[in-house]
């Protein structure tokens, strides 16, 4: 039940809301908050006149204070999303919203926002891309500059400034391209072949260049072998031939027993033949390395994995 005398306040400031007064309607409204902290329209209210003022992280956190009392009063999400928009904090302001339809899926004025906050965020890429794609052109790493423009692309289609970065970068990346290519040896030719085949999704025809490497190099511990055994084996992976994946991830492991990349292939290989045991093997060793090493994206697959993998090989003894 509203305590009266709060009740009171916050009708005074209502009156001064209406009227444009937002810092009287702002004491009025604090004065009910001290009587009654528990109820969120009052720190809806004030929440609504410090916008007005244009005083948006009161507005905010006033907003959040309000669906803190009452997670279930959708105008406290829209408000607190409109601070933070206002601030700048896209991210959190779509994070807001989404908790806001959480609550009411159907409401039109949380989903407009969702789409203007998408926008907001889509612009902030592009701008920040557009920034790491000058540096790398003005550095000379075209290659870098072009996957940068590519990306802006495709956030935003026919963008001026990526496509004139890439008519400077193109010509640049391709001559040098074409002075590189023409100091590979016959080998390192047939891999730089198989890694074309591989971008384009062509696995086959990877397998045969990668293949045609190693049986040209002579020697399945050099260098050049191991990196087309690593990636003839993410080829078997893709196409699911996972006695491939395991055979090829295991000669990159005879040279390279740390090899991060080939333990987590072979893991999985082993997973979807349901050798669980030599897969929880594989995910063991990876787990007791470094963690700068593995880096988080394998560390959280690994765990993951382990997870998995202890249930299932727990079910088996249990079953046997």
Request: include cysteine; charged fraction near 30%.
């Amino acid at each position: 039940m509203p305590i009266a005398e709060a009740e009171a306040k916050k009708s005074e400031g209502n009156t001064y809301f209406k009227n444009g007064d937002y810092k009287n309607a702002i004491k009025k409204y604090t004065e009910a908050i001290e009587i009654d902290p528990n109820n969120h329209a009052y720190w809806s209210n004030r929440s609504a006149s410090y916008a007005s003022l244009e005083k948006w992280e009161n507005s905010r956190d006033d907003a959040k204070q309000c669906v803190t009392v009452n997670k279930s009063f959708v105008k406290g999400y829209f408000r607190m999303a409109t601070a933070q928009k206002n601030l700048g904090e896209y991210e959190a302001a779509k994070e807001t919203l989404t908790r806001g339809l959480a609550v009411d899926p159907r409401n039109a004025d949380l989903k407009k926002n969702v789409k203007e906050i998408d926008e907001l965020i889509r612009n902030d890429k592009v701008k920040s891309l557009i920034i790491q794609a000058q540096n790398a052109l003005d550095t000379q790493d075209y290659s870098n500059c072009i996957k940068i423009c590519d990306s802006i692309l495709r956030l935003d289609a026919g963008n001026s400034k990526a496509q004139k970065m890439l008519q400077i970068a193109n010509p640049k990346f391709e001559a040098l391209e074409r002075k590189r290519k023409s100091g590979l040896s016959k080998t390192e030719m047939l891999k730089e072949a198989g890694d074309d085949h591989y971008k384009k999704a062509q696995f086959e025809d990877a397998i045969k260049k990668y293949t045609d490497c190693i049986n040209a190099l002579k020697d399945r511990t050099h260098p050049l072998a191991i990196k087309c055994f690593s990636n003839r084996s993410a080829c078997y992976k893709q196409l699911s031939n996972f006695d491939g994946t395991i055979e090829d991830s295991s000669a990159v492991l005879e040279v390279e027993p740390q090899n991060v990349k080939a333990l987590m292939r072979r893991a999985q290989a082993f997973e979807a033949i349901e050798r669980y045991r030599y897969a929880l093997q594989d995910i063991r060793t990876v787990l007791s390395m470094p963690p700068d090493v593995v880096g988080s994206t394998n560390l959280n697959l690994a765990n993951g994995m382990q997870h998995r993998l202890n249930r299932v090989v727990q079910q088996l003894k249990q079953a046997s």
